[in-house]
């Protein structure tokens, strides 16, 4: 039992350092592109191969760092590998990414809903009060995506301009969520820690 709680720790801390990261650095792209909607194109694909390749240099760390049981189905070594080989691709040769930059982007949007989604359905499982934060969050991000897949502006300035807009709020609303489950898990493993002492008091008592 005691080993539960001590997993969720661990994994708790190892997602909320690796989102925390990732949303800091789309926070940052989000306010290049809002100050510099036209002319930040090469940066932004530029900075866009740098943050995959320093995440996927993360996710290979975490993957030979982890024991053989917590690495075993995790995928971060696939993940890491195809991260840090596109981030390579993209700081080489920007225009490459700049050619579908949007709809990159609006992936990224999209996946990122997806993963809200997900922790919408993990908060409720877990009873958590606030578990529709996250379902709004995922309907939010899914449609923002969706505006930038499809592009209905006229002009590529307003489109950059609402991309960074829709980053910005994305980032800041998972770091808020990413604050709200660190905080779910670790009242659960603290339960999870009452039960062990309980069990524990309770075969001593036994045994006497």
Same mark, same amino acid.
């Given at each position: 039992?005691?080993?539960?709680?001590?997993?969720?720790?661990?994994?708790?801390?190892?997602?909320?350092?690796? +989102?925390?990261?990732?949303?800091?650095?789309?926070?940052?792209?989000?306010?290049?592109?809002? !100050?510099?909607?036209?002319?930040?194109?090469?940066? /932004?694909?530029?900075?866009?191969?740098?943050?995959?390749?320093?995440?996927?240099?993360?996710?290979?760390?975490?993957?030979?760092?982890?024991?053989?049981?917590?690495?075993?189905?995790?995928?971060?070594?696939?993940?890491?590998?195809?991260?840090?080989?596109?981030?390579?691709?993209?700081? /080489?040769?920007?225009?490459?990414?700049? @050619?579908?930059?949007?709809?990159?982007?609006?992936?990224?949007?999209? +996946?990122?809903?997806?993963?809200?989604?997900?922790?919408?359905?993990?908060?409720?499982?877990?009873?958590?009060?606030?578990?529709?934060?996250?379902?709004?969050?995922?309907?939010?991000? !899914?449609?923002?995506? @969706?505006?930038?897949?499809?592009?209905?502006?006229?002009?590529?300035?307003?489109?950059?301009?609402?991309?960074? /807009?829709?980053?910005? +709020?994305? @980032?800041?609303?998972?770091?808020?969520?990413?604050?709200?489950?660190?905080?779910?898990?670790?009242?659960?493993?603290?339960?999870?820690?009452?039960?062990?002492?309980?069990?524990?008091?309770?075969?001593?008592?036994?045994? !006497?």
């Amino acid at each position: 039992m005691k080993s539960i709680s001590e997993k969720i720790r661990k994994q708790v801390k190892s997602t909320k350092r690796e +989102v925390t990261f990732v949303d800091v650095a789309l926070l940052i792209l989000g306010v290049l592109m809002i !100050i510099f909607p036209e002319q930040s194109g090469d940066i /932004i694909c530029i900075s866009i191969g740098v943050i995959l390749g320093i995440w996927g240099l993360v996710r290979l760390i975490t993957y030979f760092a982890s024991g053989k049981v917590e690495s075993f189905g995790s995928f971060a070594l696939v993940q890491g590998a195809a991260l840090l080989g596109f981030g390579i691709l993209f700081i /080489i040769n920007p225009g490459m990414l700049k @050619a579908f930059l949007s709809a990159a982007l609006a992936i990224i949007l999209i +996946v990122s809903g997806v993963m809200k989604l997900q922790y919408a359905v993990d908060f409720l499982r877990l009873k958590a009060k606030f578990w529709y934060i996250s379902l709004l969050g995922a309907i939010i991000s !899914i449609t923002l995506g @969706a505006v930038v897949f499809f592009n209905p502006f006229t002009a590529s300035k307003w489109l950059m301009l609402f991309i960074g /807009i829709s980053l910005v +709020v994305n @980032a800041l609303w998972d770091l808020v969520s990413v604050a709200i489950l660190s905080k779910i898990a670790k009242n659960f493993a603290a339960k999870d820690d009452g039960m062990i002492d309980v069990e524990s008091s309770d075969a001593v008592d036994t045994d !006497i």
